[in-house]
C-alpha cells in the first residue's frame, strides 16, 4: 500500500482531570475535566536525605566515613543534617472561558467553572481529618497531595463586570505516581516480573537515574 493509501491514526485527546484523593486512592466519581489542557506543567523533583534526627554521634561519623552522600557531610560543624525529605511541587495554569462572541446577549460567570475547585483550598476544614487532599492527571503526569496555592486572574468581563474569562494557577505539594492511572503506589516487596505496565515498572524503579523520563 501506497503512501496516499495509508491512514495516519492521531492519537486520542486526552483531558486533564482533578479528583479528590482519599483513602490512599482517587475518587474517579468525583472527577472534575478542565476546560482547556494546560500547555506547560511545572515539577520541582522532592529531594529524598536520610533522617538524622535520632543518629547518636557515633552513627554521624561512621556515615562520615563511609562517604554517605546524604544528610551529614564534610566538615561536620559547618553543615547541618536534613531532618525530614522533601516533597514534589506541581504547579500548573489553567485557563476558563465562557465567552463565545463579542456580540453574544447573555454572559456566563466564569466563576461557576472554577468553583469546584474551592474546595481542596480547605478553608472550612475543621480538623487534619477533614482535609480534602487532591489528585491532579493528566496523559502520563499523577501527583496526589494538597494545595498549597491557589491564584485565580479575572482577564476579560462582560459589559456588566461579570468575568467571562480566567486563569487559575496550582501548586500542589505531594507525591509522584508517574502513569498509574489506579493512582495507588505499589508495596516495595512487588516483583519485578509481575510488573508488566509501564506504570508499574515506575513505582517499583529503584536503580539510578530518573525513570520518569
Known amino acids: 500500500m501506497g503512501q496516499k493509501g495509508q491512514v495516519r491514526k492521531m492519537s486520542a485527546l486526552q483531558k486533564a482531570y482533578i479528583c479528590p484523593y482519599r ?9 472534575y475535566t ?4 494546560p500547555a506547560e506543567l511545572s515539577v520541582e523533583e ?3 536525605v536520610s533522617d538524622n534526627s535520632g543518629d547518636t554521634l557515633r552513627d554521624r561519623m561512621r556515615k562520615l566515613l563511609e562517604g554517605s552522600k546524604v544528610g ?17 511541587t506541581l504547579s500548573v495554569t489553567l485557563f476558563f472561558n465562557t465567552l463565545d462572541n463579542l456580540y453574544q446577549s447573555s454572559y456566563e460567570d466564569v466563576r461557576e467553572k472554577i468553583k469546584p475547585l474551592y474546595i481542596y483550598t480547605n478553608k ?8 480534602e487532599q487532591i489528585y491532579f492527571f493528566w496523559g502520563s503526569i499523577g501527583v496526589a497531595g494538597t494545595l498549597n496555592r491557589m491564584h485565580v486572574s479575572y482577564t476579560v468581563f462582560a459589559p456588566d463586570g461579570r ?28 516483583d519485578r516480573q509481575e510488573n508488566k505496565s509501564c506504570a508499574q515498572w515506575r513505582q517499583w524503579w529503584k536503580g539510578t537515574g530518573n525513570p520518569r523520563l
Not at 472550612?124 to 482535609?131: L, P, R, Y
Open 23 to 31: 483513602n490512599g486512592r482517587p475518587v474517579y466519581g468525583e472527577k
Open 163 to 190: 468575568p467571562v474569562r480566567a486563569q487559575v494557577e496550582l501548586s500542589i505539594v505531594g507525591d509522584y505516581y508517574g502513569d498509574d492511572t489506579d493512582g495507588v503506589k505499589l508495596s516495595a516487596g512487588t
Open 124 to 131: 472550612n476544614a475543621e480538623d487534619k481529618n477533614t482535609i
Open 46 to 48: 522532592a529531594i529524598g
Open 34 to 37: 478542565v476546560q482547556f489542557n
Open 72 to 88: 551529614w557531610q564534610h566538615p561536620m560543624e559547618a553543615t547541618g543534617a536534613r531532618e525530614t525529605k522533601s516533597s514534589l
